[in-house]
């Protein structure tokens, strides 16, 4: 069965709006999570490391005032896309470490900015 | 120069082919590899994971390694059109723990 888990699976907001995303481990607890974005027929684009009890690492060239990650527990983080754009539509994915350098990742939320 | 280099395909295979998928990466230090699979509009899927050089099974699946070269295969017996879907290879180690550096995928399709 699934062991982390995103909410929601999709979302459609207009312009200028702000949408949050929740990544969950569901069994397991994930002092660190990952967020990646996903455009259509790419590879997976790692924007940032979430850690719980500190700030996000953000990878080269993503906005870390546009992309707000709060790790709130071990088993939950959040990314905010603030004042979403067209360009922000993406297919937005995380992932959560269990043991060794194995990752697991949710089913991704689906982001339609109109 | 990429740190994982992956062919996108795509790939296309009548069922029951045996498929070989392969990457290629560039920095010694990657320790962990992993193969990934993913159906459209879905989260990747854990297939394979491998640690330093070697082969592993796992049903249909092989997953190889060889660090020397810096190459790692998937390779899938007795494909069924079930199989069709995104594979990429992921990397991971050295000094950043957790994260991984994917390949850009190929496409798989198996046809009846």
């Known amino acids: 069965g699934a062991v982390v888990s995103q909410h929601p699976s999709w979302v459609i907001c207009k312009s200028g709006t702000s949408v949050k995303i929740e990544c969950r481990s569901l069994d397991f607890q994930a002092t660190t999570m990952f967020w990646y974005r996903q455009f259509p027929k790419q590879s997976l684009m790692l924007m940032a490391t979430s850690n719980e009890g500190s700030k996000a690492t953000y990878e080269q060239g993503v906005e870390k005032d546009k992309f707000l990650i709060n790790h709130a527990s071990l088993t939950l983080s959040t990314l905010t896309v603030t004042s979403a754009h067209p360009e922000d539509s993406s297919f937005y994915i995380c992932?959560?470490?269990?043991?060794?350098?194995?990752?697991?990742f949710g089913p991704g939320t689906r982001l339609l900015v109109l | 120069q990429k740190e994982v280099e992956q062919d996108p395909g795509p790939l296309s295979v009548p069922e029951g082919a045996i498929v070989s998928l392969n990457c290629t990466y560039s920095n010694s230090a990657f320790q962990y590899f992993m193969w990934y699979r993913q159906y459209s509009r879905k989260g990747p899927e854990l297939l394979m994971y491998?640690?330093?050089?070697g082969n592993k099974e796992d049903g249909r699946f092989t997953a190889q390694v060889d660090k020397s070269s810096k190459y790692i295969s998937l390779f899938i017996r007795d494909s069924q059109p079930s199989d069709s879907a995104t594979y990429l290879c992921?990397?991971?180690?050295?000094?950043?723990?957790?994260?991984?550096?994917f390949g850009q995928g190929t496409i798989l399709t198996v046809h009846p």
């Open positions: 491998t640690y330093s050089s």
């Open positions: 992932s959560a470490p269990r043991g060794q350098e194995t990752q697991y």
């Open positions: 992921a990397v991971a180690g050295g000094t950043s723990y957790g994260k991984l550096t």
